[in-house]
């Protein structure tokens, strides 16, 4: 059993930054791809980004490309998700999930519980 608790979401103006963070459980977290979905109002959860469980591989959704950048710190468990220049079609709950496979994986196993990003234009 995998738990991932987010943190870090809120209101931000246009253009501006954020940057969620994911605890995770689990003694082999540093063998789990993990990654990040989101679900605006009215439409369906997409995948935005995954990083391979050494570091050394990450992929993005192509409307985020050049904006987020994910990371992550095995020693802590966490992974994180730096988003820069928002704009308001960012705005979504975002999820934390740790994902079935290596790189380029986007099925996930196990989901946080959420957390909202607001972005104001």
């Known amino acids: 059993q995998v738990q991932l608790v987010e943190s870090g979401g809120g209101l931000v103006q246009a253009g501006g930054s954020l940057r969620l963070s994911c605890a995770a459980s689990?003694?082999?977290?540093?063998?789990?791809?993990m990654g990040w979905f989101r679900q605006a109002p009215g439409k369906e959860r997409e995948f935005v980004a995954g990083?391979?469980?050494?570091?050394?591989?990450?992929y993005y959704t192509d409307s985020v490309k050049g904006r987020f950048t994910i990371s992550r710190d095995s020693a802590k468990n966490t992974v994180y998700l730096q988003m820069n220049s928002l704009k308001p079609e960012d705005t979504a709950v975002y999820y934390c999930?740790?994902?079935?496979?290596?790189?380029?994986?986007?099925?996930?196993?196990?989901w946080g519980q959420g957390t909202q990003v607001t972005v104001s234009s």
């Open positions: 999930v740790k994902l079935r496979g290596a790189v380029g994986a986007k099925l996930p196993d196990y």
């Open positions: 689990g003694r082999t977290f540093i063998s789990y791809t």
């Open positions: 990083i391979t469980g050494s570091g050394g591989s990450t």
